[in-house]
């Protein structure tokens, strides 16, 4: 794995990140609740506009953004941010003709009540190869809410582009996918198209999840491997001082797996076969090297995008940050 290149800097707690049709980036700032395009060539930034309704604190904010399938089409984009209620996803249609500062049309909600609490408020959305919209959430430090089926916190959620639930869902009449979740910020497919989902630990283990509907990922009864019936043990575990883990992406053959409080890139080997287990231990890259490590996205190929979050109030913040960076990956 190396470093290509530094696509941009000096982002102000950047968050979400979503690539356009063509090779354009947005990226979502949790704090200022603003979105901004960058040119995927120069790294120059364009602001489309801010989010209206987005009341930032602790670690709420505008958390994922997404792209729809349908771009060419309609020009959605959607967000998952926390307001003075709850946390929600709208979709904002991103008009490239008005004037920058502008382009951002009104928040249409398509899913509203999700709880929000000042830790633990999930955030992060993407669109599956079934064209349905995932969504992870936390369960804002009620720990009870992960295990209570009802509500849409420590979940998975799965649903139409307009925010309804999807036919093969566990529940017909709900968009819960899978229940018993700390803190989900990581969603990614991998070549078979199975579902794969990070999620932060307390104390002792963080996970790396295989995802199934219905599953019953065991928090706050089970942290890590245990092995008890009736819980999905997680296919990778790490000690929380070396992961943290926020974003996913699928390239290579391998989870990439970013982590925040372990300043790391992990790799993850998967197995080709139908065996969810992966084909070789962990590896750990760039440690130390560039702080707390956000968000990373597929860029086509053996390349990734990676995103820092050292301005996110609990990292150490050098010149230039936050930023953008370009991988190659083996």
Known sequence: MEVVSTLTEKLASPWGLAPLPGGDLLVASRDDATIT????ESGAKTELGTVPGVAPAGEGGLLGLAVAPTYGADHLVYAYFTTASDNRIARLQYDESRPAGQQLGAPDTILRGIPKGTVHNGGRIAFGPDRMLYAGTGETGDTGLAQDEKSLAGKILRMTPDGEPVHGNPSADSVVYSWGHRNVQG?????????????????????LNAIEPGG????????GEKGEKGYIDPVAQ??????????IAYAKGSIWMAGLRGERLWRVPLSGTPD????????????????????????GGDKLWLVTSNTDGRGTPKPGDDRILLLKVR
């Not at 990922?217 to 089970?222: A, C």
């Not at 969810?276 to 860029?299: C, D, H, I, N, S």
């Open 37 to 40: 395009r960058i040119d995927g």
């Open 187 to 207: 969603l990614a497919w991998d070549g078979r198209k199975r579902l794969w989902a990070s999620e932060f630990g307390q104390d002792t283990w963080d996970e």
């Open 216 to 223: 019953n990922y065991g928090w706050p009864d089970v942290e």
């Open 238 to 247: 790490w000690k929380t001082s070396e992961a943290s883990p926020s974003g």
């Open 276 to 299: 969810k287990e992966p084909l070789a231990a962990p590896q750990a890259f760039l440690e130390g090297k560039y702080g707390r490590l956000r968000t990373v996205v597929a860029a």
